[in-house]
Every structure is written in structure tokens, then in C-alpha cells.
């Protein structure tokens, strides 16, 4: 069973995350907060595998609680946002959040999602994510980081980095290069150890970050 706690601060979206969730055999509620003060409390005395948070909350916003939360290793985290531009799920990710939906995201997309982090995977919204980091970034398109942070990689691998940014899974990626999903999924354990990365959603920002890819690219 995947263990989750689902934080709001309006009821309403609570019931209708419960309602979904609950209906699914291997999903079980453990908790529900209305503030991140309350969800950092939860998380420490239930150690669910996944806490789905709210970003824009009282007392304590969802930025600060998932940095709390995953630097305690308590939980894994993913937020959801009503706004594709909230600069505060950009702070989220920094924070170690491991994904991030819109709160209209289709049930299904919701529920796939949360079993993705939960496995230890990361879930990426390639179009968001441009947006955000479009903001960030500027309208100039200054990189926030020195390209030779990339140095330790391969041409390989940053072919397979700039194809994660896409937001493409590995299947995809090897389809892509005509490689293996096996050999892909070395490629990006290879990206993530060389450049001290968490996870894909780390990788998504620091390929955007450097200017590897930009905003608006396909």
C-alpha cells in the first residue's frame, strides 16, 4: 500500500483528493493537514511514502513544509498548484520536491503520479516547467548557471539530459535514440550521480538552468 497525506487549506479540495484517491486499492489516506505547519507534523508521526501538497497555504506555505519534510526524509513530496506561473512551485523544486501537477489535473495523471514518486521516480510537466523557468530565467534568456557544470558529462548523456527536459521517460528516450530502455536508464543514473542530482525533476531545472535547452524549444 502506498501511504499518502494530502494537504489543503480549502476543505473542498481535500474531500475531492480523498474521494479519488480513496478509490484506488493501493492508495491509503494516513493523514490530511490544512497548513504546512500541521503537514510537517503529520509527516514526522505517520511516514507516508508521499505527501501531496498544497503550495499557497497559512501558518506555513507548502515551499517551506516540503523543505522541511525532505530534509527531515520523512516523505517524498509533490505539490500541486492552481497556477501554471506560481513562482512558488519554482521555490518547491529547489526545495526538493519531487514533482509538480496542475490541481485540474485529470484523476488518472493524478493517481499515475503519485505512484511515480512513491517508486522513487520524479514527475515532470515539460510545458510548466518551460513557463516557469521562462519567468526565472528572464526575458533575456540568461542562463542562472555556468554551462561547466556539464563538463563531467558525455555527448551521450547530454543528448539523453536535453531529452529528459523534454519531459520524455526512458522508453521514450530510447525510442528516440535507437538505444535500449535498459542502456538509457544507466545513461540517467550516470547524469544524476555525476552532477549530485536527486532526481529527473533536478535534472529538468539544471538543464534549463545552464541553457542546455531554453524555453519554448521542442
Known amino acids: 500500500m502506498m501511504r499518502v497525506v494530502v494537504v489543503d487549506d480549502q476543505e473542498l479540495m481535500r474531500v475531492g483528493f480523498r474521494m479519488v484517491l480513496s478509490a484506488q486499492p493501493d492508495i491509503d489516506i494516513v493523514g490530511e493537514a490544512g497548513d504546512g505547519e500541521e503537514a510537517v507534523r503529520l509527516a514526522a508521526e505517520t511516514r ?13 506555505d507548502g515551499v517551506e513544509a516540503t523543505k522541511r519534510i525532505v530534509d527531515a526524509g520523512t516523505a517524498r513530496v509533490l505539490v500541486m498548484t492552481t497556477f501554471d506561473l506560481d513562482e512558488y512551485v519554482y521555490a518547491a523544486l529547489q526545495s526538493g520536491a519531487s514533482g509538480f501537477l496542475l490541481k485540474d489535473t485529470p484523476p488518472d495523471h493524478l493517481v499515475s503520479a503519485l505512484r511515480a514518486v512513491a517508486s522513487g521516480d520524479a514527475v515532470v510537466s515539460p510545458s510548466v516547467t518551460r513557463r516557469l523557468l521562462d519567468r526565472f530565467i528572464g526575458a533575456g534568456g540568461r542562463p542562472l548557471r555556468d554551462e561547466s557544470v556539464l563538463s563531467a558529462l558525455t555527448d551521450r548523456e547530454r543528448e539523453v539530459l536535453v531529452l529528459i527536459a523534454k519531459g520524455m521517460s526512458n522508453l521514450e528516450i530510447a525510442e528516440t535514440l535507437f538505444l ?8 540517467v543514473g550516470r547524469i544524476l550521480s555525476k552532477l549530485n542530482l536527486r532526481d529527473r525533476v533536478q535534472a529538468v531545472v539544471l538543464a534549463y538552468e545552464t541553457g542546455l535547452t531554453r524555453p519554448g524549444l521542442t
Do not use: I, Q
Open 180 to 187: 535500449s530502455e535498459a542502456t538509457v536508464k544507466t545513461h
Open 48 to 60: 507516508p511514502d508521499v505527501v501531496l501538497m498544497d503550495v499557497r497555504m497559512p501558518v506555513l
